[in-house]
Structures are given as structure tokens and as C-alpha cells.
């Protein structure tokens, strides 16, 4: 039993703020992607390497078996999180009012998820190893792409889900019925890690490609086109909840002035979902292309309307667009990331000097692109060599 | 008979382009003014200097006795444009098709506003002498400011309106009747200069403080501050047609988009005359400034969404902002002016090193005021000493 599979990040591309007053947002995969390695061992141990977070931990299963409650005799179901495992979890790993760092969040996750897969039988001994390309914190989905990756490979190492990967396949993806189920544990692990998500990152993490989100409810989107950007952190912290708070104060300052400006974010968003099903199923054009940025630059400035811009994102801006290139942030702003648009034709030399130009400002500096597959198995040939040396380290 | 008049020019506070669709504009009274001088001379000649644009004429009252038709027995109603006379003093000045210069169109406004007073009776000797703190061609109304002055000073020197000026006053005003006469003189010589004004630029020179206007419709609104303020010009030339043109493109091109914008500039507008109005009637606050810098931020993103934004003008924002201040463009865009709006706490140490970081920048800068009196007389003694010279020469 050895299974390689990874989830890819999340960015709003538009509609972010706007969607907590009602209003469509539109998420996609950033394929910036966490890759998670399992291997069945014969140690009798259960260990969890993590390494971007420097976390590592190995238990005997003598210890796990103990946490699990007579009461659960039957396969947890995954409707709703099971509070009762959580506390013996939290005390477990030694969880003190508070202590909810990343390290820990992440170990509750993982022992979550396991424990309610396996504690009706025998506890299996296994390493699991984790790699991200995402940064964490950034707004970029790091968690759920941890818990996506998690719930999969937990699922098909307890035969819930089958390993969707033929002996000639690079990589493989599950059916629906499959990727529900991993969705739906994916979240579990997010209300530990988060307490209240919105469900977004987990499904994008799943699903990939775009998704529509409005009112709390979530629609994958069929086919969109992969989109090449540049992911740019500038690195700025900001409080989520004080950016949106920041936002709702101003709606209730100025009603006349900003409900238009959310009724005009709102038609941005199914103006660009509009153009990117167009791009799926005509010739794409520079004319797509010309609408998709001045889409980007009006949502970038109703962002700065409504208060959650920052510098450091007008930096992004200018200096990319000095370049002919078109820039917004993506998530909370007032800091954190922006994306830029790439155009097919745009030459791998303008790429190169943009994003020698964006770390020369002190930011962080990804080609990637967005729209690309949900989680996956991978044959350890469609890995790349530098990350499958660290997943091999464990 | 020696009069010196003077007129302010005119500045778009909000609704720039909203206002060509069906939106609300504020228009105010920018006090950088042209000043007029009227001398009753016994040269037999009439003169005009206006040594801004190089321009000098005089021409004998012989002369100027035949351009006067038979016809013409009648004083001159100002309720539509006399064609006749126009094109008699077309042909005049030599005006061939297109030779449609300022300098050419200065002197067929005064012409016309001096044949028309005059032409039923005795034609006066007298030198006319213009100087104006406003640049030309930059959207702020130095032509109507022009024809305003020429208007008030030809109307006293007819007796058609009375000299308002006290021996006791520095500066003095006319009564409602007569400034409507003086603002219905200035909008032929409008007519001439323009072709097809909106009348709102003559309105705000002779009304002066700020005015609504709205689907054609002008409302002087009768108090207002005075607001502190920087006029920086980038002297980026741009062509108000081609602007207005890719507004109402964009607006076909993104309805959905583009309608709430305009929606929330509207509000802008409304929202701005409401808190100008409470500051003339309640005790000024930091906080009404907050706002209005709040509107012109909120303003110069929308303007830059319709797309009449310009790297100048991003580059006066961001150069003021680094002093804490808010600026926006003004008028059509692409270019032009801008202006920044200074707080009464603002230190003047602060405001010099603005303008000099502005002018560092290559542009014009100006401190000044919005709100201020239309059109006036003034006792010699109220004219600044430097521009009492530049009239004097003549």
C-alpha cells in the first residue's frame, strides 16, 4: 500500500468580499499543489511527517487504539464532526485553551480523520508525509489542500474509495460519488483546523477548475480553460475578519455609494464565468483575453473602493502592468496575494524580468497557473524529482 | 469709466462623464480668476489685449460702425445668437473655414458681446485688458471666466447693469437679475468661442460656489465652503471627445458592469452636496473632511474603471497620498488636472513640499480654493499687485 496524491490550492478570482453581502464569488484551483505520500509499514506505528511546518510525530497504535471510545463500535459517518473524538483528540495532543497553532491543527486533523476511518477495526501502521508548494496563511487553501490530500488517501488506504490509478497512468482522478465522499471528509478536517469554513477550499482542493459560490452554496463548474498566472505574496499580514469588518462598516457609511459597487462586482463575476465557458467551447482569442484582464483591473479597483487595498497590491499593479501585464489581489487583500494574468503569447523573457521585478519589491513570486485538476492520484514518475525526494526522506 | 472685474474658473468636483448619462455633476467655482480691465478712452479706437495668448488688437470705431447692419436699429435681445452679425464678424476678423484658434475666437466673443450692447447707439472708445491665473485648454473653464468678465464690464459700460462697487468696498457683487443678464452674455460669447456649451462653466463664473447639474438642467446651490485645495495640471494633452467616446463604449460593452458605476457616482455626487451643505450649517469636523476625502478616492477609482484614468493622474494620487492627502482628476481625464483637497489642520510646510514633489513630477501646481464668489467688481486696491501691473501696461 503506497499511494501518491496530491489537491491544488484556491484563489478567488473574483467576487471575494462582495460574496459575504450575497453576491457570486467565483473560486478556481491554483496549481500550487500539496502532495501527500502513504505507505502501509510494518513499525506498528502511525507517523505523520509535515515537514513545511516542521512537525513531525510518530505513535504507537497501542496509544491510538486507547482514544478510540467503546461507543464507537461502527465506522464513523461523515455527517457531522464527532465532538466527543475531538475532545479526546484535543487532550491527546495536548491541546491548552488556545493552543491552536498551525502544528496542532494539522496533527488534530490528520488523527481525525484516521481514527474515524479505521476505529471500528484493526488500526493500521502507516507513514503519511506531506509536501506543499502553497504557502500557509496566505488565503491560498493550504489547509484544505492538506485535508483534501489527507481524506483521499485515508479513504482508499481503508478500501472506502479505490485507488483510481492504472499500472499506465501518470495520474487519476476519482469518480463523483468518490470525490463527495472525500470532499465531505476534507471539510470534517477543515471545521478542526478552522472552525467555520466556508466549504469553498475544500471543494475547489476536490474538485479543481472553477467554482461558483453563492449564498453559501457551492456549484463546481464544469470546463474552464487553464489560465497561466503569476501568484505574487507580498508578504503584508492582515486579519481576514478585520478587512471584512472594515467592508461592512463602509457599506453601512455610504448604502448609496456601495451597494452599486457589489451590484457591479456581482456582474463582473458572471461576465468572466460567461467568457471563460465561451473560451471552453470557441477558438479562444485575444479578445477573451482583453475582456479577462479588464475584468481583473475594474474588480481591482471596486477592491480599493471598498477599502481593502493596500500599497504593496498598487505595487503589484503598476509594476506588472509596466510590463503590459493586469493584476488583482485575491482573497482578504489589504495585503496577502494578488494573481496576474498571463496571455498565451506573453514571452517567457517578460515573465522571467516580471517576476525578477516582483521579488526585487520583497514579494514572492510563482508561475502557475489556474483552472487544473482537483485531487489526484500520481504514479511517482508524475511527481516532480525535488518534491518526491522529500516525500522519500520519511 | 474704469472697471476691473473679475471671474473664477470652473472645476468638476464628482460626476465627470456620469453626468453625459443621465447622472448628477457638482461643479464648483475654482478661484483661480481672470481679471478685466474696461477704460473709457477718447483714442476713437477700441482695444483689446490679452496678453496671455498673445493677442492685441485695436481697431478704429469707423471701422468697427460698419460691421453694424441697417438692420440692426434695435438694441440686441440676448435670447439667441445673432448669426448675422457672427458671420459679419467672421469675415472681419478673417476667419477662413477651421482657423478656429483661441486667439481668434477671444476676439470674435468680444466683438460680438461689445456690437450687440452697443450697435443701437453711439459705439464708446474704450481698451479692454484681460489676465488670467488659468491656464487655457485644460478643462477649467478659462474661456467662460473670459467671456463672464467681458460680459459684466460691457454690460456696466452700457448701463445695462450698475456698477455694483461702494466707494467704501474692495469687491463687490450684482443682484440676482443682473448676474442672470451677465451669465446670458457670457453663454453667447460661449456659443461663439465652443459652439455647443453647456452653459455650466459661464453659470459657475458667474454664480461662482458650486453647482448641480443634471440632464441639461444647471441649479446654483446657494452655500457652500470654501474648500482648500492643490490644482495640479499634467499638461498630458487628451482630446474630451475621444474620452467621452470610450466611456459610453465601455458602458456597451460591460452594461451590467459599467451601470452601477455610474449609479455610484451619482451617490457620490448627492452624498458630497449633503455634507458640504451640513458644513455651512453645522460645525465643521475632521470628519466631514474624512468624507469628502473618502467620495474623492471612491470617485477617481470609478473614474479609472470607466477609463479616462491616466499614469499622470495615478502618480499625482500616489504622490499626495504619501502626504496624507486625497486628489482626484477633474473634467474629462486622460490626463489634465486633478485636484487635492487640503484640510484646514493642513500645515503649510506640508503643503509647500507637495507642491514642490508635484512639480518635481513635471507638472503645474497651483494652491487655491473651491467654493469661492463669481463674478465681481473690485476696487484697484483688491487686485493682487502683480496683475494690477500686467492690466496697467495697457
Not at 491527546?92 to 498551525?102: A, I, P, Q, R, S
Not at 497590491?313 to 482578504?332: Q, Y
Request: charged residues 20%; aromatic residues 6%.
Amino acid at each position: 500500500m503506497d499511494y501518491i496524491v496530491s489537491a491544488p490550492g484556491k484563489a478567488i478570482l473574483h467576487g471575494e468580499h462582495a460574496v459575504v453581502h450575497g453576491k457570486v464569488a467565483l473560486a478556481v484551483s491554483l496549481n500550487l499543489r500539496t502532495y501527500l505520500r502513504l505507505r502501509a509499514t510494518t513499525t506498528g506505528k502511525v507517523c505523520i511527517n509535515l515537514p513545511n511546518i516542521d512537525t513531525f510525530f510518530c505513535w504507537d497504535l497501542s496509544e491510538l487504539q486507547q482514544l478510540i471510545a467503546s461507543s464507537q463500535g461502527q465506522k464513523e459517518e461523515v455527517t457531522r464532526l464527532n465532538h466527543q473524538l475531538v475532545n479526546r483528540l484535543r487532550e491527546f495532543v495536548g491541546v491548552t485553551n488556545g493552543n491552536l497553532d498551525t502544528r496542532t491543527m494539522a496533527t488534530l486533523a490528520f488523527l481525525y480523520i484516521y481514527l474515524s476511518l479505521f476505529g471500528s477495526g484493526k488500526l493500521p501502521s502507516l507513514t503519511v508525509s506531506v509536501w506543499s508548494e502553497l504557502p500557509t496563511g496566505a488565503g491560498l487553501g493550504s489547509s484544505a489542500a492538506y485535508t483534501v490530500c489527507l481524506a483521499a488517501a485515508l479513504l482508499c488506504a481503508s478500501g472506502d474509495v479505490p485507488s483510481p490509478l492504472k499500472e499506465w497512468d501518470h495520474t487519476a482522478r476519482w469518480c463523483q460519488e468518490d470525490l463527495e465522499l472525500i470532499n465531505s471528509w476534507a471539510f470534517q478536517g477543515e471545521i478542526i483546523i478552522h472552525g467555520n469554513p466556508s466549504g469553498v477550499d475544500n471543494a475547489v482542493g476536490t474538485w479543481g477548475g472553477m467554482l461558483r459560490f453563492l449564498a453559501g452554496k457551492i456549484i463546481p463548474l464544469s470546463r474552464v480553460p487553464l489560465l497561466r498566472i503569476l501568484l505574487t505574496n507580498t508578504k503584508i499580514p492582515r486579519s481576514t475578519k478585520v478587512l471584512v469588518a472594515r467592508v461592512k462598516d463602509k457599506i453601512n457609511k455610504f448604502p448609496s455609494i456601495m451597494t452599486p459597487v457589489l451590484d457591479s462586482v456581482d456582474a463582473i463575476s458572471c461576465t468572466c464565468e460567461k467568457v471563460l465557458s465561451e473560451m471552453t467551447c470557441e477558438p479562444i482569442t485575444g479578445e477573451h483575453y482583453n475582456i479577462l484582464e479588464e475584468l481583473i483591473d475594474i474588480n481591482q479597483h471596486h477592491l480599493n473602493v471598498m477599502g481593502v487595498g493596500h500599497p504593496a497590491l498598487d505595487t503589484l499593479c503598476r509594476v506588472t502592468l509596466a510590463r503590459g501585464l493586469h493584476s488583482k489581489l485575491t482573497g482578504a487583500g489589504g495585503g496577502g496575494c494578488g494573481i496576474t494574468l498571463l496571455r498565451p503569447e506573453t514571452d517567457s523573457c517578460v515573465i522571467q524580468s516580471t517576476v525578477q521585478d516582483l521579488r526585487d519589491c520583497g514579494f514572492d513570486c510563482w508561475e502557475t497557473s489556474i483552472g487544473g485538476p482537483g485531487v489526484q492520484q500520481h504514479s511517482p514518475l508524475s511527481v516532480k524529482e525535488e518534491i518526491l525526494e522529500i516525500l522519500n526522506q520519511f
